[in-house]
């Protein structure tokens, strides 16, 4: 089984107005061109009151570093109160969303994620010694590209978020 490190957690909060259509295909073509990743959907759920809208989101994405180390990131949407309104833009009403959404991202570095040091109690001992004393600067380099790419990611989106409430 592979050895899991999470080293990175954080989210954002955005209150006002977006078009969440074009936020989440945004974040989803972020993340798949600029990290790497091959997402996945695991959860996608909405639930109505009245006029607006409750949706919670959930991807997994990996990408493999090397065959010994993998980069596991699992992305979460909350959207809150979700509202269809129109706004007037350079003279042209556009329709849009108006809500509150929290987009949050835990980063995780996979090593040995095929197995190969876990067939003997031996094995795994030689595994610990391999990142403690052979390898430690590229744990600590993966651990730095995993951070990085995570905190891109949400400064990213809150830009973006940004950007849009001003329009």
Same mark, same amino acid.
């Given at each position: 089984m592979?050895?899991k490190d999470?080293v &990175?957690s954080?989210?954002?909060?955005?209150g006002g107005?977006?078009? %969440?259509g074009?936020f989440?295909? &945004?974040?989803y073509d972020w993340?798949k061109?600029?990290?790497?990743?091959t997402?996945?959907e695991?959860k996608?759920?909405?639930?109505l009151s009245?006029d607006?809208?409750?949706?919670?989101?959930?991807?997994?994405?990996?990408?493999?570093?090397?065959?010994? %180390?993998k &980069?596991?990131?699992k992305?979460?949407?909350?959207?809150i109160?979700?509202?269809?309104?129109?706004?007037?833009?350079?003279?042209?009403k556009?329709?849009?969303?108006?809500g509150s959404?929290?987009?949050g991202?835990?980063?995780t570095?996979l090593?040995d994620?095929?197995?190969?040091f876990?067939k003997?109690a031996?094995?795994?001992?030689?595994?610990g010694?391999y990142?403690k004393?052979?390898i430690?600067?590229r744990?600590d380099e &993966?651990q730095?590209?995993?951070i990085?790419?995570c905190?891109e %990611?949400?400064s990213q989106?809150?830009?973006y978020?940004?950007?849009e409430?001003k329009?």
């Amino acid at each position: 089984m592979a050895e899991k490190d999470k080293v &990175f957690s954080s989210k954002i909060k955005y209150g006002g107005v977006v078009n %969440f259509g074009a936020f989440y295909k &945004f974040c989803y073509d972020w993340l798949k061109d600029e990290t790497g990743l091959t997402l996945s959907e695991d959860k996608y759920g909405e639930k109505l009151s009245g006029d607006s809208k409750n949706i919670d989101v959930d991807w997994t994405g990996t990408r493999e570093l090397t065959d010994y %180390f993998k &980069f596991e990131a699992k992305v979460s949407f909350k959207v809150i109160g979700l509202t269809s309104i129109e706004i007037t833009q350079d003279g042209k009403k556009i329709k849009t969303n108006k809500g509150s959404i929290e987009v949050g991202i835990k980063g995780t570095l996979l090593k040995d994620y095929k197995g190969k040091f876990e067939k003997t109690a031996f094995q795994k001992f030689l595994r610990g010694v391999y990142e403690k004393l052979v390898i430690p600067s590229r744990v600590d380099e &993966f651990q730095g590209k995993v951070i990085g790419d995570c905190e891109e %990611f949400l400064s990213q989106a809150k830009a973006y978020l940004d950007l849009e409430g001003k329009k």
